[in-house]
């Protein structure tokens, strides 16, 4: 892999990892639009690029989450019942739209991601939390819900924390721990999209012989090992920074990426 490519991966996993712990958002937002872009530079053809980028996002989003997880269940945030009950739904749900995703051309991925990224981004403007619901829904319903949030979350490479947080919200769960049982979640999201990608992309499309399914490897050890270690930075910052501002700006940023990816796939 020649040097600018390599520079780029670093580049990307410092800026997700960051933002990730500044802000508390996973980093597929911004790493399947950048992603979409380096691939198409490295000649990924168009059809089969944002499918690479959805596997590979996905993928680095295992280590992150692993993180994530750790640090809030260490801290008592993690309400693993809650967990327990949706992570089937979660997995077959993420599992099943990886074969959806498969069979979807660039065009459709990248106009569903773009719609999606909208929607996070006007969430973010207005900052509107759910009202509470007094009554919480039982395992079917938590069943069903992750299987919701698993389908989406495959189709634009999240950990699904902009989906299961305000659901959590509505379910009469404090803020505190809404986040780091939506952090635990993230984790069978990861895993089984990763699966999912790696099956259905095998096979196909290769980028040297570094390839796995719609996985790039080498992009996701370079992004995973930076994140990591950039993310207790971005955390540390958390306190005094103006995170209401920040969160605006950031979701103006993933509207422009999400259509910037839009535009380019459209063209190419």
């Known amino acids: 892999m020649e040097i600018q490519w390599i520079t780029a991966f670093l580049a990307l996993g410092a800026v997700v990892g960051f933002m990730a712990g500044l802000l508390g958002i996973g980093g597929g937002g911004i790493m ?11 000649g990924v053809p168009v059809e ?7 596997g590979t996002s996905m993928t680095s989003i295992v280590i992150t989450s692993f993180s994530s997880l750790r640090a809030h269940h260490k801290n008592g945030g993690v309400l693993w019942n809650i ?4 992570s089937l739904g979660i997995v077959i749900g993420t599992f099943l739209a990886t074969f959806l995703a498969a069979h ?6 990248a106009l569903f991601f773009a719609l999606y990224m909208a929607f996070v981004a006007i969430q973010m403007l207005l900052n509107k ?16 819900v992750g299987t919701g949030i698993g389908i989406i979350s ?3 490479s999240i950990g699904g924390g902009t989906l299961t947080v305000p ?3 509505w ?13 635990a979640i993230g984790m069978p999201i990861a895993l089984a999209g990763t699966l999912g990608y790696l099956i259905n992309g095998w096979g196909g499309y290769t980028l040297g012989n570094y390839t796995a399914g719609f996985i790039y490897l080498p992009a996701v050890f370079l992004i995973s090992i930076v994140s990591f270690f950039t993310a207790p930075y971005g955390a540390r910052l958390a306190h005094s920074l103006p995170i209401p501002l920040l969160k605006k700006l950031f979701s103006l940023l993933l509207v422009i990426l999400s259509l910037k990816m839009l535009f380019t796939v459209l063209q190419s």
């Open 83 to 86: 967990v327990k009950r949706m």
């Open 171 to 183: 379910q009469n769960i404090n803020m505190r721990k809404a986040i780091g049982t939506s952090a």
């Open 32 to 42: 399947v639009p950048v992603l979409t872009s380096i691939f198409l530079l490295m």
């Open 48 to 54: 089969s690029v944002v499918h690479l980028a959805l």
């Open 104 to 109: 979807l051309n660039s065009s459709h991925l």
């Open 154 to 156: 495959a189709l634009v």
């Open 167 to 169: 659901f959590l919200l």
């Open 129 to 144: 939390k759910p009202k509470p619901s007094r009554k919480q829904v039982g395992n079917v319903g938590l069943f069903l």
